[in-house]
């Protein structure tokens, strides 16, 4: 383990900024968000970002290729740009989990190959959580806020940065830093991580647990209960829970017309829409509650069903905080978690 203090922080961004794109969660107006690091920006001091940083591997809006036409020929343009290595600084445990749940979609057969590129070139810096917000439930989910993954996993004091390389590519961007850091122990991090784990477990969502969506394919048990109707009813149906979610992965395909061709991108989508799932027939799910049901079924029976037991939920809270009716995925698993 090696560490540095607070103080030379700005100089090991910058060392690590001469040879990668650094990328930091820093505060604006809208909370915090992870923006390009430029000499003096300060690490936001928040919990966690507005937006996920899944955006850096499956980003809101993506061009995927080009058409030209000249009479009955048609020439297809590949747009990608070689991409540069970059880091992604101060992710917390229930981010660094969503790669692994997005990586069961984008990196299975057949392989994403916009994401898969991206995956390969970020280096990915957690940082444990050392003040748990009240909406945080990852410990739901098997997650240690004060153990995060990543390439590299950091904890922060008031005096200190710690740093413990998880992976090659970590290893190898501790050798970056290697002169801005110092051997130490790791006393101050297992105070550290003591305190955040006996917070963790004083939180109001301490005791929220999956125990009612384990052991297999529950769909007939969950698909058709009533209480998807009145859970649905003050749904808005706004896609805010989709867009702030960091596992969330449906997106949408369209081509525009440029007057000089066609580009072809893809797009977030959200299942909470109702021309979602629209088709040359119409719509599968023509109601609100059906499009309700989708999304919280997807996240606690679908996609465990399909991925050995792992929820496509991590526990981040942003929903809770930001749905404008108060309606979220921990009021489902205990409305419904129940039922036998």
């Known amino acids: 383990m090696r560490k540095c203090s607070i103080s030379a922080l700005d100089a090991v961004f910058a060392k690590i900024a001469e040879s990668m794109t650094l990328y930091i969660p820093a505060d604006d107006k809208n909370g915090a968000a992870y923006k390009k690091w430029e000499s003096g920006m300060q690490l936001a001091d928040t919990l966690n970002t507005v937006r996920s940083p899944k955006d850096f591997f499956f980003p809101q809006i993506e061009n995927l290729m080009e058409f030209k036409t000249s009479g009955k020929t048609i020439e297809v343009i590949d747009t990608r740009e070689a991409k540069e290595d970059f880091v992604v600084f101060g992710v917390r445990a229930c981010d660094v989990k969503s790669f692994e749940v997005l990586d069961r979609v984008f990196l299975s057969e057949p392989v994403d190959s916009y994401y898969a590129e991206r995956r390969a070139h970020g280096v990915i810096v957690s940082m444990a959580c050392s003040r748990p917000a009240e909406t945080c439930f990852c410990q739901t989910f098997g997650i240690d806020a004060a153990a995060p993954a990543g390439d590299i996993s950091c904890w922060k004091d008031s005096e200190n940065v710690y740093f413990e390389a998880q992976t090659e590519k970590g290893s190898a961007l501790l050798n970056v830093i290697a002169d801005l850091t110092e051997e130490c122990g790791t006393e101050k991090v297992e105070e550290q991580q003591a305190k955040t784990r006996e917070i963790m477990k004083k939180l109001p969502l301490a005791d929220l647990t999956t125990e009612a969506f384990e052991g297999g394919d529950k769909t007939m048990e969950f698909f058709n209960i009533p209480e998807w109707k009145e859970l649905s009813e003050s749904c808005i149906g706004c896609g805010t829970c989709t867009f702030v979610c960091p596992t969330c992965q449906c997106y949408d395909i369209k081509d525009f017309n440029t007057g000089n061709g066609v580009v ?50 991590v526990g981040c809270g942003r929903c809770l905080s930001k749905c404008p009716i108060s309606m979220n995925i921990v009021k489902v698993m205990k409305t419904i978690g129940g039922k036998k």
């Open 264 to 313: 072809r991108f893809r797009c977030w989508d959200s299942c909470m829409y109702s021309d979602f799932t629209r088709m040359a027939h119409g719509n599968s799910r023509n109601s609100q509650v059906e499009r309700f049901r989708q999304r919280f079924m997807h996240k606690l029976v679908y996609y465990p069903a399909n991925n050995d037991g792992m929820f496509s939920c």
